[in-house]
């Protein structure tokens, strides 16, 4: 499945730095620092990008290519040049072509050696600030794939669960008005009812705390596969399960708590999702979601669900 995440990107920075209509220089962003015009392509010179900028400007005269690139990597260096300082661009080099610049008509094998700005703007953009994109807005890209499957969570107190022996059974329709409803303060267990026996389950949660992942985790569960549909979090021999009670999901600040859950035919083996001592909580971040949705991209066999619910006070 095909998710165009890096063509979306580069396309909002585009329209952010060049405008809307078709210029030059916006062409030549799109065209230069397309992800599969990466600086080690050796195919894709600058006169190979004037071809493809004719395609949507026939009147582009092509022996202006370097003197439009540098104009493209002026308006970046505008926007971005506190960024860019921040992630360790030289940003005073990527205007003086007296430093080594390459913005020449044929690149040769000696100055692709050297310092070149537009390959220096290049891998900030998409090492860097792709990143910081997905850190950003990753969340709100996998909720806008989610489908509807109202109450997939439901939180329950230690006296229902104790009621019903730890087994995870479906609320009557009367419980399902407060669904969307956790009462602060009070320690909760969580039952996960998707029909996806056999799925791997990626569970994520957002507050004002930050975005983690649930399961598969040391805290809360170590085995994220589901066995059979309802399951219960936290799960036996999780480090949650090892703890007083009331170290289960306990929210103590008021406000809002999301939930996003992945279900995978096929289970990702990513190094952050296996649970380990020094991440038993793994934080989502830029790079984790870049790994991610390469996986997802890769697969057709998966679905996303998300619940929010409110915190509130009790009597």
């Not at 499945?1 to 809307?20: P, T, V």
């Not at 860019?84 to 430093?99: P, W």
Request: proline share 5%.
């Amino acid at each position: 499945m095909n998710l165009n995440l890096k063509q979306n990107f580069q396309n909002q920075i585009a329209e952010s730095l060049f405008g809307a209509n078709l210029t030059e220089q916006r062409v030549c962003f799109l065209k230069r620092f397309a992800p599969e015009n990466h600086p080690d392509n050796r195919v894709s010179t600058h006169q190979e990008i004037a071809k493809l900028m004719k395609k949507d400007l026939p009147d582009y005269c092509e022996e202006k290519i370097s003197q439009t690139i540098r104009k493209v990597i002026e308006v970046v260096h505008k926007a971005y040049e506190e960024e860019m300082k921040a992630d360790g661009v030289n940003t005073e080099a990527l205007l003086n072509l007296k430093a080594g610049g390459t913005l020449k008509g044929k690149e040769d094998e000696e100055s692709h050696k050297k310092f070149s700005p537009w390959k220096e703007a290049y891998k900030w953009l998409w090492k860097h600030k792709y990143l910081r994109w997905l850190d950003e807005n990753g969340w709100q890209i996998l909720q806008e794939k989610a489908i509807s499957a109202p109450d997939w969570i439901q939180f329950k107190s230690q006296q229902e669960m104790a009621s019903s022996k730890r087994t995870p059974k479906r609320p009557p329709a009367s419980a399902r008005e407060v669904a969307s409803k956790i009462p602060a303060h009070e320690a909760l267990w969580m039952v996960v009812d998707l029909a996806y026996s056999n799925y791997q389950l990626l569970l994520f949660n957002r507050s004002g705390h930050g975005q983690y992942l649930l399961c598969p985790s040391l805290e809360f569960a170590p085995n994220g596969m589901i066995d059979k549909p309802p399951i219960l979090l936290p799960q036996q021999g999780s480090y949650a399960d090892d703890y007083d009670e009331k170290e289960n999901f306990t929210f103590e600040v008021i406000g809002q708590e999301e939930f996003l859950a992945i279900v995978l035919k096929k289970p990702l083996k990513l190094d952050w999702l296996t649970p380990r001592k020094e991440d038993s909580l793994p934080e989502c971040n830029g790079q984790r979601f870049k790994e991610l949705f390469d996986e997802l991209e890769q697969q057709e066999n998966w679905q996303v669900f998300y619940q929010s619910f409110e915190v509130v006070k009790t009597a």
